[in-house]
């Protein structure tokens, strides 16, 4: 499986769109190449109650997927939105590293 640049719990800021400048975690990554990002992209959802679940009805507000492409990686370091690069290390180890200041981004 190939080393994807955005994973769950990275801190990213939307580039692109509606919410552009706002910063969230990452909550899912679809298949499709979209994200789930806590607080961002929220839509209104007109739900239908169900009691056996216990759902309640009414408008939900909830995350929508965004876009990948609308999407950087948070770096603390700068206080800006970066890129990612890849860096293999002498034991053949692959860690995703900031392109600006070449640190590893899971160095936490």
């Known amino acids: 499986m190939a080393m994807k640049k955005l994973r769950r719990d990275d801190d990213v800021i939307v580039i692109a769109g509606r919410d552009k400048g706002k910063r969230g975690k990452v909550l899912r990554v679809m298949s499709d190449g979209r994200f789930l990002v806590s607080g961002l992209q929220m ?20 995350e ?9 990686i948070f ?4 206080s800006k ?3 990612i690069g890849f860096k293999v290390s002498d034991d ?3 860690s995703r590293v900031f392109k600006s200041n070449g640190q590893a981004v899971d160095a936490k």
């Open 81 to 83: 939105a970066d890129r």
């Open 75 to 78: 770096n603390p370091e700068t």
């Open 43 to 62: 839509i209104k959802k007109h739900q239908k109650p169900n009691p056996q679940l216990g759902v309640q009805g009414g408008i939900i507000e909830k």
């Open 64 to 72: 929508a997927p965004i876009d990948a492409s609308n999407l950087a």
């Open 92 to 94: 053949g180890k692959k």
